[in-house]
């Protein structure tokens, strides 16, 4: 059984940082996409970030460097660095990865998906 666990959630003022990490538990990431999409209050889940087993990543146009998603030194676990926080930044954050190797990153389906945690960003 595949779960994900997200962590570093909090609240923060405009132009801070804060670092997500996510924990994959039942499973390796090797070979598998990891991901973070994110839903605002009264907004559409959307796409943030993601990286392959290449370490090649993607990133939505509104971060666009500002997030940073990478692989953390501790086992099966993948972080997002966000830096220059906005309060339009302010969401639910959900970690996601897929239950088959070597998707194409650009694909934005996902199987798997953490129970998210908030991040409010205060202007």
């Known amino acids: 059984q595949v779960q994900l666990a997200e962590s570093g959630g909090g609240v923060v003022q405009a132009g801070g940082s804060l670092r997500l990490s996510c924990v994959v538990s039942?499973?390796?990431?090797?070979?598998?996409?990891m991901g973070w999409f994110r839903q605002a209050p009264g907004k559409e889940r959307e796409f943030v970030a993601a990286?392959?087993?290449?370490?090649?990543?993607l990133y939505a146009d509104s971060v666009k460097g500002r997030f940073r998603i990478s692989r953390d030194n501790a086992p099966n676990t993948v972080t997002l660095q966000m830096d220059s926080l906005k309060p339009e930044d302010t969401a639910v954050y959900y970690c996601?990865?897929?239950?088959?190797?070597?998707?194409?990153?650009?694909?934005?389906?996902?199987?798997?998906w953490g129970q998210g945690t908030q991040v409010i960003v205060s202007s």
């Open positions: 996601v990865t897929d239950s088959g190797r070597f998707r194409p990153l650009p694909t934005r389906t996902y199987d798997y």
């Open positions: 039942g499973r390796t990431l090797n070979g598998y996409r």
């Open positions: 990286m392959d087993w290449k370490d090649s990543s």
